[in-house]
């Protein structure tokens, strides 16, 4: 049994969505550079260079990367033999969010769905807890922006659309997006499970770090037949035209009911947040 | 990419009827910025006949939710908003004078055809570059509506806003005909 205070919860929470705000990870960075090298379009390839002369500056004035600095998605993978000492592990994660943003001057994005009225300090939380062996607690903060995450979609479609009618799908949902969830995206798509759990599994492809081959070499090739059409498309950077609609496209998939093939697309914008820490 | 061109605001008609989609533009000078809800409270005054808390003539309106200003700073992050939740009070402030928009997304057949018949443009400038596009803003103050909180109408002195025309006075669309150019 190892004891993990909740203070030590709140400040990595709180560093966690700072950080996450302002520094964009090497795998992004990475995927400009080369994205740059393959845009044709000129509007294209001036957007890409804003795009990460933006992330240098973010990281340099610690001025946020996007203004929409998101709602607060935390994934927490809890080893069952830590005990969380001090007070409740949620609270300690709302209260690092609550920090985070007050403290990094990042803007508060959450409120009411009809009266619209801001919940003042970002919570709640988006927070998945998930059980795993071990004395380690791993945190995982993603600051997710309302662009992109308003072109995700969900279909529960019939079982005989298969992969075709699947990739139908993913492509439909980038085609329909255009501009709005600031391409270049990155595309996570979740297929299988229940209709939450194929959502879930969408959200979560999108933590595996760009440019990094999904370990299923099947799976690996649709991810990169399918990026080639998206990227077909036409769309562009800023969807004003080019070669670059997407960086990447991260598949996860699940065995699902007899009767069932969700499948969920959950869209990310450049600005691909998240940030790690293991206590 | 088409011309580059320098442009101070407030804007003249000569100023924009010159651009092309696909031009890069470098705006320096005033612009104001409206979400929805300042929107809706303009347009209600217009239709009073009551005066306005700035006026238009010329005008450029960026779209754009700031995260707050850190200690020494005029403004956070600053980059633009989803235009289209302004499609519906924009051909209004259009008639009434603005001459340019700056936000990101498609816009309506009216606000397209407003800006035709009235001479503006909309410009758009890069979602998520929120840190480049803070590094123009070298003042920023709240003029009006500050119950809005961050709905609130500010006034940013810009130097050097880097942006793209997205509508021309044409009629013409860079969203569309861009993805036609690379479509394979
Ligand atoms: S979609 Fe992403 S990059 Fe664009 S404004 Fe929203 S959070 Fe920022």
């Known amino acids: 049994m190892k004891d993990i205070?909740?203070?030590?919860?709140?400040?990595?929470?709180?560093r966690l969505f700072i950080e996450a705000n302002t520094e964009l990870g090497q795998d992004m960075l990475d995927a400009f550079k080369s994205a740059l090298a393959k845009e044709e379009s000129p509007v294209g390839q001036d957007i890409l260079n804003q795009l990460m002369e933006n992330a240098r500056l973010a990281k340099e004035t610690k001025v946020p990367i996007c203004q929409d600095t998101g709602l607060a998605v935390v994934f927490v993978e809890?080893?069952?033999?830590?005990?969380?000492v001090g007070g409740g592990l949620k609270d300690a994660i709302?209260?690092?969010?609550?920090?985070?943003?007050?403290?990094?001057?990042?803007?508060?994005?959450?409120?009411?769905?009809?009266?619209?009225?801001?919940?003042?300090?970002?919570?709640?939380?988006?927070?998945?807890?998930?059980?795993?062996p071990g004395e380690q607690v791993k945190i995982i903060a993603v600051p997710k922006g309302g662009?992109?995450?308003?072109?995700?979609?969900?279909?529960?479609?019939?079982?005989?659309?298969?992969?075709?009618?699947?990739?139908?799908?993913?492509?439909?949902?980038?085609?329909?997006?255009?501009?709005?969830?600031?391409?270049?995206?990155?595309?996570g798509v979740g297929i299988g499970g229940t209709f939450e759990q194929a959502a879930l599994q969408a959200k979560k492809a999108l933590l595996r770090p760009v440019g990094?081959?999904?370990?299923?070499?099947?799976?690996?090739?649709?991810?990169?037949?399918?990026?080639?059409?998206?990227?077909?498309?036409?769309?562009?950077?800023?969807?004003?035209?080019g070669r670059i609609t997407s960086l990447s496209v991260h598949i996860h998939i699940l065995p699902c009911h007899i009767a069932s093939l969700p499948v969920a697309i959950n869209v990310q914008c450049h600005a691909n947040r998240h940030k790690v820490a293991v206590l | 990419m088409g011309n580059i061109y320098r442009l101070e605001t407030p804007l003249k008609e000569e100023d924009v009827v010159k651009l092309r989609i696909g031009d890069k533009v470098l705006l320096s000078g005033i612009v104001y910025t409206a979400r929805d809800a300042a929107h809706k409270r303009l347009i209600d005054l217009i239709e009073?006949?009551?005066?306005?808390?700035?006026?238009?003539?010329?005008?450029?309106?960026?779209?754009?939710?700031?995260?707050?200003?850190?200690?020494?700073?005029?403004?956070?992050?600053?980059?633009?908003?989803?235009?289209?939740r302004m499609d519906p009070y924009a051909p209004t402030l259009i008639a009434h004078g603005i001459r340019g928009m700056i936000g990101k997304g498609k816009r309506s057949k009216e606000v397209v055809e407003a800006m035709v018949k009235h001479k503006a443009v909309y410009f758009g400038a890069t979602g998520?570059?929120?840190a480049l596009i803070s590094q123009s803003i070298r003042e920023a103050g709240i003029i009006?509506?500050?119950?809005?909180?961050?709905?609130?109408?500010?006034?940013?002195?810009?130097?050097?806003?880097?942006?793209?025309v997205v509508n021309d006075t044409m009629g013409n669309d860079l969203y569309e005909q861009g993805k036609e150019r690379f479509r394979i």
């Not at chain 1, 809890?78 to 969380?84: A, E, K, R």
């Not at chain 1, 070499?217 to 950077?237: K, S």
Request: contains cysteine; aromatic residues 6%.
């Open chain 1, 147 to 187: 662009g992109s995450e308003n072109m995700s979609r969900i279909y529960m479609l019939s079982p005989a659309m298969g992969i075709k009618g699947v990739k139908e799908k993913v492509l439909e949902t980038v085609r329909e997006a255009g501009p709005n969830p600031c391409p270049p995206t990155i595309i």
């Open chain 2, 144 to 164: 009006a509506y500050e119950d809005l909180g961050p709905e609130a109408i500010w006034r940013f002195k810009v130097v050097d806003l880097p942006v793209i």
């Open chain 2, 128 to 130: 998520g570059a929120g």
């Open chain 1, 94 to 132: 709302e209260e690092g969010v609550r920090q985070g943003y007050r403290e990094g001057y990042l803007r508060k994005s959450a409120c009411h769905p009809f009266t619209r009225k801001n919940t003042g300090d970002n919570t709640p939380a988006v927070i998945y807890i998930d059980v795993v």
């Open chain 2, 48 to 84: 009073k006949n009551e005066s306005l808390p700035i006026g238009l003539e010329g005008q450029v309106i960026y779209y754009v939710g700031p995260s707050p200003a850190p200690p020494g700073r005029p403004i956070g992050a600053a980059g633009p908003t989803t235009s289209y």
């Open chain 1, 5 to 14: 205070h909740c203070q030590e919860i709140i400040s990595t929470v709180k």
């Open chain 1, 78 to 84: 809890l080893g069952q033999d830590v005990h969380v």
């Open chain 1, 212 to 241: 990094e081959p999904n370990p299923d070499p099947e799976i690996d090739r649709l991810e990169r037949e399918w990026l080639e059409e998206i990227n077909r498309l036409g769309i562009g950077p800023q969807g004003l035209g």
